[in-house]
């Protein structure tokens, strides 16, 4: 379950997603130099190996630690993309490329935004999309896209090998239903995107803003219900009826588990990321394909460290149990942090350093204070019976 957003005018692109998934499924930032293979290569995505192709791009990715693909990411002509599950009326594949493969492999291909339609469908239509996407879960769905870069968006939806694509004019936004009158009306399923809430997001979302700056759109990431500070727990689903996601229902449980806003113009591509879950008190941080954080906070080739989303997560899950009470005792630092880099971006490496420092600050503080449970009954049972 997440959430894309583009903004297309004539100076710039905004573009910003939330990645909302299993609870506990790490999601860290890649990044990978490039590179140039033999003729004849065999590339292992999540489920499947294609053929490689002679020299892929730079990228920078978020993605899951399990998997191959990734949630969102860009690579080093600006091209950025976020992807969504959607449930359609289509047969789901029990192999072959997942979305997030899919997303992956378009930006190590492409150097345009249109090519990278071009890319997608070829994939779709060679190889079929399909696999499960789930962490513990079992999920197959097929995928929706916001793909950027710095001079124009498009929004490309999918059907199993079926596709549709719209040039975005505007704001524009998706969360976990087909958008396109056409074919949405000939390929959803109806019933499984209305579980998804997907319409009430996005309208939260295109309701919120007409002419974003960047810090709208970490804003509009940071969303909760009716525009509350903290998040409200549905006894079915949660908050998963807000951008900014949170788990806690007795039948679906899903997360923000990252986050990435970027400013692209033919001129600069800056790229913020909280390589975090809950955004809502989280820092977004620069992050500069050029000059990624170390190894610590960005892994390189196979590696996988998660030790700084983890981090966060006992961060979080202390202070989510009672907001009002909590959040006085970080919140006025961490924005004023946030602030500050907006108007003077540090470096990377210096952002995310910062941010290691002050979670632990913060997390010391939030231990040696008696914290009386608020939740509904059902939140306070979910997250007692999670597990790292």
Not at 334 to 349: A, I, M, R, V
Request: glycine fraction near 4%; include cysteine.
């Amino acid at each position: 379950m997440c959430d894309t957003i583009v903004f297309v005018d004539k100076q710039k692109i905004l573009f910003a997603k939330n990645s909302d998934r299993e609870v506990n499924e790490p999601q860290i930032l890649l990044w990978q130099p490039r590179k140039t293979y033999a003729e004849g290569e065999i590339i292992k995505c999540t489920h499947i190996s294609i053929p490689q192709v002679r020299e892929t791009y730079t990228i920078l990715i978020s993605k899951p630690t399990w998997m191959w693909g990734a949630e969102m990411g860009t690579n080093e002509f600006g091209v950025t993309i976020g992807n969504e599950a959607v449930f359609t009326n289509q047969p789901y594949r029990k192999i072959g490329l997942t979305g997030m493969d899919i997303l992956r492999l378009a930006l190590e291909r492409s150097a345009t935004a249109k090519q990278a339609c071009d890319t997608i469908i070829q994939l779709i239509e060679t190889y079929g999309q399909g696999g499960n996407c789930g962490y513990k879960k079992t999920i197959y769905y097929h995928n929706s896209y916001i793909i950027a870069d710095p001079t124009e968006a498009y929004v490309l939806e999918t059907a199993d090998k079926h596709y549709e694509i719209e040039k975005v004019h505007g704001f524009r936004s998706i969360s976990n239903g087909l958008t396109i009158p056409s074919f949405k009306e000939k390929y959803s399923d109806r019933m499984k995107t209305f579980f998804t809430n997907c319409e009430h997001r996005r309208n939260i979302l295109e309701k919120a803003t007409k002419n974003p700056s960047i810090t709208d759109m970490i804003n509009l990431l940071r969303l909760h219900k009716d525009g509350k500070t903290y998040p409200e727990y549905n006894w079915l689903h949660g908050g998963m009826d807000a951008p900014c996601m949170h788990a806690g229902g007795l039948v679906l449980n899903y997360q923000t588990t990252a986050s990435w806003v970027a400013e692209l113009s033919p001129h600069q591509c800056s790229h913020w990321v909280t390589a975090t879950s809950t955004p809502c008190i989280s820092l977004f941080k620069p992050v500069n394909i050029s000059q990624p954080p170390n190894r610590k906070f960005c892994n390189q080739d196979n590696e996988v460290y998660s030790e700084f989303w983890w981090k966060h997560e006992q961060f979080q899950r202390l202070a989510m149990k009672n907001p009002p009470e909590t959040f006085p005792l970080f919140i006025d630092e961490l924005k004023q942090t946030e602030s500050e880099w907006l108007n003077t971006p540090p470096d990377p490496e210096t952002a995310f350093s910062t941010h290691e420092q002050l979670l632990q600050k913060w997390i010391e503080k939030l231990s040696q204070t008696h914290i009386h449970d608020t939740r509904p009954l059902w939140t306070r049972y979910f997250w007692k019976r999670i597990t790292t």
